[in-house]
């Protein structure tokens, strides 16, 4: 009798890499939070998120990892080869396609993948 086939294991894309830091998305805006004058609310750090960063914060300081919080704002929408950003590329909640280039993806894949970029982007900067 033969099992269940093995799951394809998704974490060897080139999205997936080791890395020395983790990157979230800042959690004191959300999306439904639209224009300038609205103003970033404090996370509770007893309840819910601010425990889950306290956590992720104190397991990767003792792994030597650092967490960098980017703007998760325009993530989704994003192609990550050309740059190219507007609201037509999210063809369905789980489909990215680019209008500019064609490039093609699962849209958390995508999203992740200009979280990475932003991550990166945000340390390599110079602190000002």
Do not use: W, Y
């Not at 030597?64 to 998760?72: A, F, K, Q």
């Not at 507007?86 to 993806?105: D, I, K, M, S």
Request: net charge positive; with cysteine; charged share 25%.
């Amino acid at each position: 009798m033969a099992g269940p086939s093995p799951r394809p294991d998704r974490r060897r894309g080139a999205a997936h890499q080791q890395h020395d830091q983790i990157r979230v998305r800042h959690p004191r805006t959300t999306r439904h939070q639209r224009g300038p004058e609205v103003r970033p609310q404090p996370v509770d750090p007893r309840r819910g998120l601010g425990v889950f960063l306290n956590v992720l914060h104190a397991k990767a300081e003792s792994a030597g990892r650092v967490v960098v919080e980017v703007d998760p704002r325009n993530t989704s929408r994003t192609c990550p080869k050309c740059g190219h950003c507007t609201r037509q590329n999210r063809v369905t909640q789980a489909e990215f396609r680019c209008v500019a280039c064609g490039h093609t993806a699962h849209a958390d894949v995508n999203a992740a993948s200009n979280i990475l970029r932003a991550g990166l982007a945000r340390q390599a900067a110079p602190a000002a």
